[in-house]
Nanobody, 132 residues
């Protein structure tokens, strides 16, 4: 399993922006489809967005409504989730996850964050608090 590390969380005011990062020191993250999930206090974890190994295919949860952008930087071996126009209801611990298996070379798969069982490795999470 990959060892995933999230960073970049913090306190932000409503309407503000934040970018969280997902890294995997010692692993080549480009081989994997990556997803972002979040869990708010007292609520079940929910999918936010995912990106294919090439970065060419992305998918977002409906509640994102164009506010979030998932991307990856091969040179930095990192996947990002840029969050704009944040709302108090976006307060949660954000986790990244990797597909159970690497994507075969030359392939690029679509992804979905509706089923957590599709994902194999999980990070410890980074806390995002949206509050004035």
């Amino acid at each position: 399993q990959l060892q995933l590390e999230e960073s970049g969380g913090g306190l932000v005011q409503p309407g503000g922006s934040l970018r969280v990062s997902c890294a995997a020191p010692g692993y080549i993250l480009d081989y994997y489809t990556i997803g972002w999930f979040r869990q708010a206090p007292g609520k079940e974890r929910e999918g936010v967005a995912c990106i294919s190994s090439s970065g060419g295919i992305t998918n977002y949860a409906d509640f994102v409504q164009g506010r979030f952008t998932i991307s990856r930087d091969s040179a930095k071996n990192t996947v990002y989730l840029q969050m704009n126009n944040l709302k108090p209801e976006d307060t949660a611990e954000y986790h990244c996850a990797a597909d159970k298996l690497p994507t075969p070379l030359g392939e690029d798969y679509s992804c979905s964050v509706t089923d957590e069982s599709d994902w194999g490795s999980w990070g410890q999470g980074t806390q995002v608090i949206v509050s004035s």
